[in-house]
């Protein structure tokens, strides 16, 4: 087996590319150890010393590194770690995957519809390249609020990318979009 790693453009995050499916659908967003007990595969690489959070996507991992971490030394033990479970057999999630948007009805549905074609079509895919994903999570008062998974949590870059990018797109489609914060 042979995995690729891409840089990202958050320095603390390398993304991992095993060349077979990770999650068929949807994202797991794993921020820290605790939270990684729906997936073995997590689990596996939160026991390396280092690692602080893990993304899993359709076809890519992504981990984020402690502060101090140094990748030199981190990244050979995340491929052993990566490259252990797909040889195993495991299941990479012991139960479903989330789909990553969030629900809203009400008065206004029909937005909500549109930010999320336009997040799914437009955005999602570009960012997924970068390692991470970026999802619905509400809208009110024409502020639409996103939640940053994977390589996105954290990113230095990531206030530009949704106040210059995806801002200014939504606000291009949608004139009811007045502003995009993230979330927590």
């Known amino acids: 087996m042979f995995i690729q790693t891409e840089t990202t453009p958050n ?7 095993p060349g077979e499916t990770v999650l068929g659908t949807g994202t797991a967003d794993f921020p820290e150890a605790e939270a990684a007990a729906p997936s073995p595969l ?37 491929l052993g770690a990566i490259m252990e479970h797909f040889q195993s057999g495991a299941p990479v999630m012991e139960g479903a995957a989330t789909s990553g948007h969030n629900d809203q ?14 997040l799914d079509t437009r955005v999602r895919p ?6 991470g994903d970026i999802t619905f999570h509400g ?12 390589a996105c949590a954290g990113c230095p870059s990531s206030t530009l990318t949704l106040k210059m990018g995806i801002e200014n797109l939504l606000r291009h489609y949608i004139p009811e979009v007045t502003e995009v914060r993230p979330v927590a």
Do not use: C, N
């Not at 570009?126 to 390692?131: E, H, I, K, N, P």
């Not at 809208?139 to 940053?148: A, C, I, P």
């Open 11 to 17: 320095p603390a995050t390398l993304k991992f590319l």
């Open 42 to 78: 997590a689990r596996r690489i939160f026991a390396v010393p280092g690692v602080a959070g893990v993304f899993l996507g359709s076809d890519f991992v992504t981990v984020t590194k402690a502060d101090g971490a140094v990748w030199d030394h981190l990244k050979p033990s995340v």
């Open 105 to 118: 009805d009400g008065p206004d549905a029909d937005i909500v519809t549109q930010i999320k074609e336009l």
């Open 126 to 131: 570009a960012v997924a390249q970068d390692g």
């Open 139 to 150: 809208f009110d008062r024409g502020v639409v609020y996103l939640h940053m998974q994977g």
